[in-house]
């Protein structure tokens, strides 16, 4: 298959998307009133993998059920040591479509709270964050992206467990009326 046209029809998708977010009205929850949440992040090197395991912990601790995904480019699989699942090129066929049935029924679940932690831009992470059907989205400040999320986050100069720990933290200070969008930095 060849990438650069299944890139340039994912950006193509996801410009049309763009269109139709407009439309979209974000709900920030409270914290309590969290359910389900979804994760994105990029396959980490190992330290970072320790920051994805704290913050998938301390959401599964705080009573939340926890559906985290990476897309794996031509990196190996992470190693988290808690359950994640993967999507590659290969998942994405040459139109933009995604192929992988999983990944397409985590677009269609409506999730209280979407978190990408993704520290970079993604064509991919994108499409997922348009298509979803999440009522709020968060996201890093540092994915290129933050016209995406309802309430922005920055970890730039933190190592990656201090990151985590934020945004635990900041997750857990939401309560009241919120106006979108907030940024915490």
């Known amino acids: 298959m060849?990438?650069?046209?299944?890139?340039?029809?994912?950006q193509i998708r996801n410009?049309?998307?763009?269109?139709?977010?407009?439309?979209r009205q974000g709900h920030l929850l409270t914290y309590a009133q969290v359910r389900q949440v979804g994760l994105l992040f990029r396959a980490p090197k190992k330290e970072q993998a320790m920051a994805v395991d704290l913050l998938i912990k301390g959401l599964l601790n705080d009573g939340?059920?926890?559906?985290?995904?990476?897309?794996?480019?031509?990196e190996p699989s992470p190693e988290c040591k808690v359950a994640f699942k993967s999507f590659r090129p290969t998942d994405i066929d040459q139109w933009g479509r995604i192929k992988l049935e999983l990944v397409n029924r985590f677009i269609d679940t409506p999730l209280d709270y979407l978190i990408c932690i993704s520290t970079g831009p993604s064509t991919e992470f994108e499409h997922l964050i348009l298509r979803s059907k999440a009522y709020c989205r968060i996201g890093n400040s540092q994915t290129g992206m933050p016209h995406l999320f309802d309430l922005v986050f920055d970890t730039e100069g933190h190592?990656?467990?201090e990151a985590a720990t934020a945004i635990l933290?900041?997750?857990?200070?939401?309560?009241?009326?919120?106006?979108?969008?907030?940024?915490?930095?």
């Open 2 to 10: 060849n990438r650069s046209l299944q890139h340039l029809s994912l």
């Open 15 to 23: 410009r049309l998307l763009r269109k139709q977010e407009a439309l």
């Open 64 to 74: 939340k059920s926890v559906s985290a995904f990476t897309f794996l480019d031509n």
């Open 159 to 161: 190592n990656p467990e």
């Open 169 to 185: 933290g900041y997750l857990r200070m939401l309560s009241g009326d919120w106006v979108r969008p907030v940024y915490l930095g």
